[in-house]
């Protein structure tokens, strides 16, 4: 249900193309979980600061159905890509038609497998900004293997930082997504290497910035 801070901000902010659309119904029509895609406040957001940054190589740890690629990929300058990281293969189709309706199949590479195998084989890649929306379990995990792959200078966002309110409840609920959630929040704030700032927009995005 759409609260009505959410229903003003989407009424006041740009709204999305037929392409994303199209992309936010399939989602809710063909899989269990359409509120997993980014959502159109959220997306918007994800392509402006892809505008902003203008990065040339982007990561995207968690397709799903590829509304946020899509929206990140609508931002990018021309010779710029994105590489996508997604463990259900059953949802490529819809992906890559998605793609296809927005005109951007041609800068982003699909990885299909776990993530953290695929990221244990990229260690010759350099990313500008990495969007992290994938296992909240395994946050911990990710961030430590491609932190090193990111240039000095360079971006993460990781998204669903605040999972609800649950992570600031009191006894805090023990299950592993909210404990991954919270332990990468701690990473995070006692980290040197970077500085963070959490933004309360749908869920939480954690900005990263690496020093």
């Not at 982003?108 to 296992?135: K, P, W, Y």
């Not at 990781?158 to 991954?180: H, N």
Request: glycine share 8%; net charge negative.
């Amino acid at each position: 249900m759409e609260t009505p801070s959410e229903k003003y901000i989407r009424e006041h902010s740009t709204g999305q193309t037929e392409a994303l659309r199209w992309i936010q119904q399939q989602s809710n029509i063909r899989t269990n979980y359409p509120r997993m895609i980014s959502g159109e406040m959220q997306g918007q957001f994800l392509k402006m600061i892809v505008q902003m940054l203008n990065p040339k190589h982007i990561l995207e740890i968690g397709t799903f159905t590829g509304y946020s690629s899509t929206c990140m990929a609508m931002g990018l300058s021309e010779g710029s890509y994105i590489d996508t990281l997604e463990i259900n293969d059953e949802l490529v189709d819809l992906m890559r038609e998605g793609w296809s309706r927005a005109g951007v199949t041609e800068k982003i590479t699909l990885h299909i497998g776990d993530a953290r195998q695929t990221l244990s084989q990229m260690e010759d890649c350099t990313f500008d900004l990495v969007f992290m929306d994938a296992n909240k379990r395994e946050y911990c995990e990710y961030y430590d293997l491609f932190f090193d792959l990111v240039r000095p200078g360079g971006f993460i966002l990781a998204d669903d930082v605040l999972w609800s309110g649950k992570i600031f409840e009191e006894p805090m609920p023990q299950d592993k997504q909210t404990v991954g959630i919270a332990s990468f929040n701690d990473k995070v704030a006692a980290d040197p290497r970077v500085e963070s700032v959490i933004l309360p927009i749908r869920e939480g995005i954690n900005l990263i910035r690496k020093k």
